[in-house]
Nanobody, 125 residues
Framework: QVQLVESGGGLVQAGGSLRLSCAAS????????MGWFRQAAGKEREFVAA????????YYTDSMKGRFTISRDNAKDTVDLQMNNLNAEDTAVYYC??????????????????WGQGTQVTVSS
């Protein structure tokens, strides 16, 4: 089993920044991608960013390129999401996810096997 715990969410003013962190524990030796998704109230969960664990290659939803950055901290075994220039449309619960089986895709909810409990990000305008 794998456990994922997100942290770093909160309330921020429009134009501000937040850094989310996802700590992984358990049977993490089989890990192909780690990703971030978000779900706003009344909407579907959507892909934000992902990282190939072997190569470090990163992927983003087009609308978030340049504002969001996914990175890893090997010492802490975390994957982080730096979010800059936030706006009200970024308000959502942000989820960390881990893909433990090889798949060609990384941007769909069904591509991931483990999920964190989510952390709320609220951007006030």
């Amino acid at each position: 089993q794998v456990q994922l715990v997100e942290s770093g969410g909160g309330l921020v003013q429009a134009g501000g920044s937040l850094r989310l962190s996802c700590a992984a524990s358990g049977r993490t030796f089989s890990r192909y991608f780690m990703g971030w998704f978000r779900q706003a109230a009344g909407k579907e969960r959507e892909f934000v960013a992902a990282m190939s664990w072997s190569s470090g290659t990163t992927y983003y939803t087009d609308s978030m390129k340049g504002r969001f950055t996914i990175s890893r901290d090997n010492a802490k075994d975390t994957v982080d999401l730096q979010m800059n220039n936030l706006n009200a449309e970024d308000t959502a619960v942000y989820y960390c996810a881990l893909n433990s089986l090889y798949r060609l895709r990384y941007n769909r909810r069904g591509d991931y096997d483990y999920w964190g409990q989510g952390t709320q990000v609220t951007v006030s305008s």
